[in-house]
């Protein structure tokens, strides 16, 4: 996969992920005018048990299934591709199984003792009929992501979004008013939405490996995945732990800092359900760049071309900067808007405001990671990730219950700074890595003057507050720093040089 090939795949992708990110968005406010800010709380609970549940039945292997296929395919050896995968279909089937036993059998003790909350106890069960089929589909999207077939797995996953909020808007409506019974309507819409896009996903990838042929010589592929899957699996498994021992922890802090127990579900509802994807909406790009740097990185890793590793590295930070810096200028200014706008919560827009610039830190340590990841470096980025949610998980503890929800927005900024610190520091180590201050100034500039400009426009039309006032200047920001950026701003081009 050449660079060429990787900014199309990632134009492509970014595109699907996008109109994923919108359907998403708009779902979200959905559910949330539909059961309320105390359901979306109670529900980022259900979630926080699913996490673990679904992390137990993949076990790192998605991660596994990219980088093997890479490496064949990157060792001229492409006819092992169907071997490859299989030794990964039967890892994930057994992990699938035992995470929907672990789940299914223990919804009441995982409700009341991991989520802090007897009534997630059904949503929960529910959720865990789909592990077999979460596990083995994530094969096939690894598969995708290592093979170039950026399409194939990008309609999948689109397929996938359509069919559970089409089954959830069809059934929600009949349970609002009951927090518990719309919480299991949304789990039984995702079960039926995985199901469908499990059958799927095996259909086109029986289609699509037919190009590789068949091996007739035995290779050690499965030792070699356990090798690359067990480690990843094991320190997901202790991330996740802290981090669904974190969200347990949050509603019960709160309500140990004076707030009730609807108030504290529904700051945690406002924060993590609602404010949190606002901010992190714009990061489809580089969420589907990091995932597709894996196989690109490996392959010129195995092949020794470490000039194209140093310049991909490069190239990829220089964009991610200039991206996340627009973004933060835009989330800042219509911060209010959006939260008022979109869910007539004017909480919400201060909370988007508050976590505005921490999304230049989020942003590029999403590609970071993603980059490590390719360099082989995925102990590391999980070892890291390991201490992020440990350090989350006291700070929760200790802080939570003194200064409520002022804590944990503390807690999220620390540990998103730390964690990109620890990670570009072993990024340093693996690539040479500059920076240049006109790569700060330059789309910093860029991006005040065109959402100063779209503000004008929407005070001097006077549609402020209105979804479509608020779109044309989302909009028209978009198009003037984009405009800007490419009259101004080269990826290429080397100005004062800055050391990480």
Wanted: aromatic fraction near 10%.
């Amino acid at each position: 996969m050449h660079s060429k090939k990787l900014f199309k795949n990632t134009a492509l992708m970014t595109s699907f992920s996008v109109l994923m990110r919108i359907i998403g968005l708009s779902f979200q406010v959905f559910i949330s005018n539909t059961i309320g800010a105390e359901g979306i709380g109670l529900f980022q609970l259900v979630m926080s048990v699913n996490s673990l549940a679904i992390t137990v039945a993949t076990s790192g292997v998605r991660f596994a299934v990219t980088r093997l296929v890479a490496e064949v395919i990157g060792e001229r050896k492409a006819q092992d591709v169907r071997r490859v995968v299989r030794c990964c279909f039967i890892y994930a089937t057994a992990f699938g199984l035992i995470a929907f036993f672990l789940v299914f059998f223990n919804a009441e003790y995982l409700a009341e003792f991991w989520a802090g909350d007897i009534r997630t106890a059904m949503p929960i069960k529910i959720f865990s009929l789909g592990l077999i089929f979460i596990s083995i589909t994530t094969v096939t999207g690894g598969y995708f992501t290592a093979a170039g077939r950026i399409g194939r797995g990008a309609l999948i996953q689109l397929a996938e979004q359509l069919m559970m909020i089409s089954f959830t808007m069809l059934l929600l409506p009949r349970a609002a008013g009951d927090m518990v019974v719309g919480c299991s309507t949304i789990a039984a819409a995702s079960v039926a939405a995985d199901l469908l896009i499990f059958i799927i996903s095996i259909v086109v990838y029986l289609f699509d490996v037919r190009r590789y042929g068949r091996s007739f010589v035995k290779g050690k592929y499965f030792s070699r995945l356990i090798s690359i899957a067990m480690p990843l699996a094991l320190s997901a498994y202790a991330r996740t732990v802290l981090s669904t021992l974190q969200h347990m922890l949050t509603p019960a802090g709160l309500r140990k800092s004076g707030a009730s127990a609807e108030e504290a579900l529904s700051s945690y509802g406002i924060v993590h359900g609602m404010a949190l994807p606002l901010v992190l909406f714009p990061s489809a790009l580089f969420t589907s760049l990091a995932e597709l740097l894996i196989p690109e990185l490996t392959e010129h890793q195995v092949s020794g071309n470490t000039a194209m590793v140093n310049k991909t590295v490069n190239r990829i930070l220089k964009l991610c900067l200039a991206f996340s810096i627009c973004c933060a200028s835009v989330l800042f200014t219509f911060g209010d808007n959006l939260g008022s706008t979109l869910y007539n919560n004017d909480s919400v827009g201060h909370y988007v405001k508050l976590l505005a610039p921490l999304v230049i830190i989020m942003y590029m340590d999403t590609v970071t990671d993603g980059m490590l990841k390719g360099l082989g470096q995925q102990l590391y980025t999980m070892g890291v990730n390991i201490a992020d949610a440990a350090l989350s998980l006291a700070m929760v503890f200790w802080l939570l219950p003194i200064y409520a929800v002022k804590a944990y927005i503390f807690m999220i900024f620390t540990t998103e700074c730390i964690n990109f610190i620890l990670s570009m520091l072993r990024l340093v180590r693996m690539a040479e890595i500059r920076i240049n201050i006109g790569d700060i100034l330059v789309p910093l500039i860029c991006s005040l003057l065109a959402v100063n400009i779209a503000q004008l426009l929407l005070n001097v039309t006077g549609s402020v507050g209105t979804k479509i006032g608020l779109a044309a200047a989302l909009c028209l920001s978009a198009i003037l720093c984009a405009l800007l950026l490419r009259l101004f701003f080269s990826l290429d081009r080397e100005r004062s040089p800055i050391r990480i």
